[in-house]
């Protein structure tokens, strides 16, 4: 299921991005996140249309680049970055989709003043970690992308820095 990869890391690498963008190009980066916003939408309706499953990032056992001491340090990494997918995540990750392409859409038109510096970029990364906590299947993962979520809130909530 590679919706679930690409829900959680679009959203966090466009807002990366987002970040080297200059402010005087606002309507531009706030485009780029309702589109991002939207491709994301569009993947939560294809998980939430699907079975029940438990996604788990395989990419990463194929090898390693980073063997120390003949030990491969990012093989087993993978079993540890598990997706779960049920009936109660499928829906708090549609509504946040929906209401993620709403708050977007308006701010689009409320941001030209540009009250907090790069919002849109918080925005993405914040969808993203909000989709990483409501999927992941373990307490390390989960508490990972809480933090991160929590840091994200914080910067959109202190304004103008």
Same mark, same amino acid.
């Given at each position: 299921?590679?919706?679930?990869?690409?829900? +959680? #890391?679009? =959203?966090?690498?466009?807002?990366?991005?987002? @970040? @080297?963008? =200059?402010?005087?190009?606002?309507?531009?980066?706030?485009? #780029?996140?309702?589109?991002?916003?939207?491709?994301?939408?569009? @993947?939560?309706?294809? +998980?939430?249309?699907?079975?029940?499953?438990?996604?788990?990032?395989?990419?990463?056992?194929?090898? &390693? !680049? *980073?063997?120390?001491?003949?030990? %491969?340090?990012? &093989?087993?990494?993978?079993?540890?970055?598990?997706?779960?997918?049920?009936?109660?995540?499928?829906?708090?990750?549609?509504?946040?989709?929906? @209401?993620? !392409?709403? !708050?977007?859409?308006?701010?689009?038109?409320?941001?030209?003043?540009?009250?907090?510096?790069?919002?849109?970029?918080? +925005?993405?990364?914040?969808?993203?970690? #909000?989709?990483?906590?409501?999927?992941?299947? %373990?307490?390390?993962?989960?508490? &990972? *992308?809480?933090?991160?979520?929590?840091?994200?809130?914080?910067?959109?909530?202190?304004?103008?820095?």
């Amino acid at each position: 299921m590679k919706e679930i990869t690409a829900i +959680i #890391t679009l =959203p966090v690498l466009a807002g990366l991005l987002l @970040f @080297f963008i =200059p402010e005087k190009f606002r309507t531009m980066k706030g485009l #780029t996140a309702l589109i991002i916003s939207i491709l994301t939408g569009y @993947f939560t309706i294809a +998980i939430y249309l699907s079975a029940n499953q438990l996604h788990q990032l395989n990419e990463l056992e194929t090898g &390693s !680049i *980073f063997p120390v001491l003949g030990i %491969n340090l990012i &093989s087993d990494a993978g079993r540890y970055l598990t997706f779960q997918s049920d009936n109660l995540s499928k829906l708090i990750v549609l509504f946040v989709s929906l @209401f993620t !392409i709403l !708050i977007v859409l308006y701010s689009i038109t409320y941001q030209r003043t540009g009250k907090i510096r790069n919002y849109y970029s918080y +925005i993405l990364v914040t969808l993203g970690c #909000t989709y990483g906590a409501v999927l992941s299947d %373990n307490l390390i993962l989960f508490l &990972s *992308f809480w933090g991160i979520l929590g840091i994200t809130l914080y910067k959109l909530i202190q304004g103008k820095e």
